[in-house]
């Protein structure tokens, strides 16, 4: 069904339609390029509200009646466009890449998704910053090892007696503190759905005073990389690695995460405990479940795809290491930042990705030391926009969409950049000093190009803001260009 939608949706881009209110993640319709609004745990959108006018009139589709003859099927978009030339991007593109906002050192692929032919690499086998692009590669590992359908459970379990009751942690970090929320990936799981299954078993055996537990054993690990600055943590950029968390606590630019996420997710459940009656301890310790300890109840996180989709889309940090640490343990491998960033490049090589000269600190970009090269990242662009493999061409399909979603929702919005606001979606990567994009975009003809860019000499005195203005227009150029 995803797949469908993909390939509707790049057919109509092709068409030239660029309705960009239309796009995924805003209102669902005919340019929703990969998903239904209920496969990507949103509740469906109406095109208008009482008292307001809608931007867009649709055309309803007319289904051919079981007697009509129906017409040959529409090719899907980019199979009979143009492939783009070399030398027409090189002289398309080469007055934004000479942009000084770039810096001095520039390393790029861009590749045809259909055939995967290289149409133009330019120090792409040079290791250079690559920031959060970097969890391109991680999330190719995740997606490799586990299940895509794979959820986390949160469990309350009878612990020696029956009045002493263990919240056990099984990797859900975005637990609503109150009811879940099917339509949402952070909170689909509910703190307050646990609290109601819980009550009811008590009750049901005559327990009405309880003492709480947690037993975070669940794939253990350091919770800060060795590499993460002080002043990072304290910006909001990324938080500890956990296996227990609440939604409304992740790390967010600007603020502090919380230093003990299953310490506080404790104190949230204790909360909905005794709104519903129950006498709880105040005080709240770490205590193993016994493997025969009987639920008490069970609730389940989002699943894998869309989590991995959105640690992307948001670029969040410590998401994904928790994501890779879980899916390093389900390896077999050991959970230190090292050991998963070394069983991601393990991982990813196996798939066919070239990783010569590339370096893994950590497994979110975050860390100093990284290295990557922009051709690896096409090589893991490729495996999913070219239908190599489903489960990571359903996480690309998720990136953020230039204009409107995640990372990209404050670019692409006005300026030279704008045309390609709608049609571009990518992962940032950002550091001091290093700016990069890589995904996917659908050039002037309807042909669909993979691509990665990274600079990582960017002068002093340039600025974030600078950088990315560059690169967004690279992409516009690339977006508008039929180079054939």
Excluded at 42 to 63: E, N
Excluded at 347 to 369: H, W
């Amino acid at each position: 069904m995803r797949r469908a939608l993909a390939a509707a949706g790049a057919l109509v881009l092709a068409l030239g339609g660029y309705l960009t209110a239309d796009i995924f993640d805003v209102v669902p319709g005919v340019l929703t390029l990969d998903q239904s609004a209920s496969d990507l745990g949103m509740p469906a959108v109406p095109t208008s509200t009482p008292g307001s006018s809608p931007s867009t009139t649709f055309t309803p589709v007319t289904i051919p009646s079981a007697g009509a003859t129906p017409a040959a099927p529409l090719p899907l978009a980019g199979e009979s466009a143009p492939i783009p030339t070399g030398a027409g991007l090189r002289a398309a593109l080469n007055r934004v890449l000479a942009d000084s906002g770039l810096g001095s050192s520039v390393g790029l692929t861009i590749r045809d998704a259909g055939t995967g032919a290289h149409l133009l690499d330019i120090s792409a086998q040079v290791p250079r910053t690559p920031a959060s692009t970097l969890k391109l590669l991680t999330a190719t590992a995740i997606v490799s090892t586990l299940d895509s359908g794979t959820t986390f459970s949160t469990r309350a379990a009878r612990g020696d007696t029956p009045q002493d009751v263990i919240l056990v942690a099984g990797g859900d970090t975005l637990l609503s503190p109150g009811k879940g929320n099917p339509w949402v990936v952070a909170g689909r799981a509910g703190l307050a759905d646990l609290a109601d299954q819980t009550a009811q078993a008590l009750r049901a055996a005559g327990v009405t005073s309880i003492r709480l537990h947690i037993d975070e054993r669940y794939v253990p690990g350091p919770r800060y990389a060795p590499g993460w600055q002080a002043a990072d943590v304290n910006a909001g950029l990324t938080g500890p690695v956990a296996m227990l968390g609440l939604s409304t606590e992740r790390p967010v630019p600007g603020g502090v995460a919380v230093s003990d996420p299953a310490s506080s997710t404790a104190r949230a459940f204790r909360t909905q405990l005794a709104g519903l009656g129950l006498t709880v301890a105040p005080v709240i310790d770490r205590l193993a479940v016994r493997v025969d300890a009987p639920d008490l109840g069970v609730v389940r996180s989002a699943p894998l795809t869309d989590l991995v989709a959105l640690a992307l889309r948001d670029s969040d940090n410590a998401l994904t290491e928790s994501l890779a640490r879980r899916a390093a343990f389900k390896a077999g491998a050991p959970t230190s930042f090292a050991d998963v960033a070394g069983w991601v490049k393990k991982t990813v090589r196996a798939r066919g990705v070239s990783l010569e000269g590339v370096t893994m600190i950590d497994t979110s970009g975050l860390s100093a030391g990284s290295l990557v090269t922009a051709h690896a990242l096409g090589d893991v662009l490729e495996l999913a926009a070219g239908g190599k493999d489903p489960a990571l061409q359903d996480v690309v399909a998720q990136l953020p969409v230039a204009g409107l979603t995640g990372t990209l929702a404050d670019r692409f919005l006005t300026g030279p950049s704008h045309p390609a606001a709608g049609i571009v979606r990518a992962k940032t990567g950002t550091l001091t000093g290093a700016s990069a994009l890589a995904g996917t975009v659908v050039d002037k003809d309807g042909r669909l190009l993979v691509f990665a860019i990274l600079a990582d000499r960017i002068p002093p005195g340039v600025g974030t803001l600078t950088a990315r203005a560059a690169l967004d227009r690279f992409v516009a150029t690339l977006a508008s260009c039929g180079c054939g």
